[in-house]
């Protein structure tokens, strides 16, 4: 850890001044475009159970009581001259689910418009250092924040998770074609300050697992809280739509079961012949997922994957509704295995098409008819009704489903949790 974080920042330095001197001439006016919302205000005080600190150019967002080290932590970068409380709603979303995340300032820039590139890598280094034991981080960059995320990301320093880069033109000079973790690069439609052939010389500086999120009608302004932005285009969205959208691309990032091989062998000891599912792996899962539950649509969905149940994360979600309404098979495969646990109650194990991934439904009131052990199961098919049996509150009947990327032939029940949320979502 320490070695990466020295290496970088001797060699990031120059990178990061270039990049950010680019963005002196717009700079008066997007100075006063970069003023926060009101949301954005409120969010960036400690309210909800979140401690909000400003310290040393650093924005802290804290669940208060104890957040679980387990869980990725968020360091988001912001746009040049953008005052960084434009990030706070994002910052404090993440905190509410447990996240550490920290907002790092641009220290102030020098006279020719570079930023003072060793204020910002003391910044940076005394973040990761605070978070080298956390279960790693996502680093995100807005705009010409961008450049920042990209030249750490350049170094993959152990606790790396993710990389998500936002109505930004970066990586631009910068090659992070080899960068071992999932990598999302979000762009609006109708971004006025981030051309789309610099988004394609963009994605072609990104390894070929990125994905480039386009949001439809989006614009530049519209990512953050803040202003319209000099120069941008009309959104033909919604702001609001927008930053729902930006944010739960990224909250979905937090939650990925992948992070660095160099971080998963010292900090999370991954079990003994288990490995992670791959972004290309959870892209065909979702192609073909279907919510579990009869009646339930996406929007009644809520992400309670991370949150904490006793000793543990939850690592599953909870689906909210009558009881004896069908709980369906949420993919093609097979049963694994009809259990009665007592926690999860009458569960099923159930394994997809591709012989990956268990997926368990729990709390059941009742088996459908003529399920048994190893038989085929067709998406969409009953396979139960939704109770409260095991541990459920009695008047709260729901499904508990969980995901797991594991190796089913071998074993029925052991895996790595992967969040169903963003794959139903
Ligand atoms: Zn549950």
New binding site residues.
Partial sequence: MQEAIEGWKRAGIATAAIAVSSCLAVAVWAQVAGRPSEEARGAAVSSGGVSVNRDAGVWHFTRQGAAPDSLRSLIIFPAGRVDPRSYAPLAHAAARRGHRAYIIESPRRTLFGGVKAEGLNLRIARVLQANARAGGWLLVGYGGGGASASTLAAFAPAGMAGVVLIGSEHPRDIDLSSVPVPVALIAGTRDGLTRTDDIAKAQARLPSHARLIWIEGGNHSQFAWHGYRPGDRTASIAGADQRTQTTNAVLAMLLTSTSLPAFAATEVATPAGLTSATQQELAELRSRIVIPVRGIVRTDLRD?FAEP?GQRL?E???ILAPRGTPVLAATDGRVLKLFDSKAGGLMVYATDMSERFILLY??LDDYADGISDGMQLERGQVIGYVGTTGN?PPGTP?L?FGILRGQPAASWSRGIAVNPYPLLF
């Fill in positions: 309670t149940r939850h599953a979600i909870d729990g709390h459920a729901h508990h």
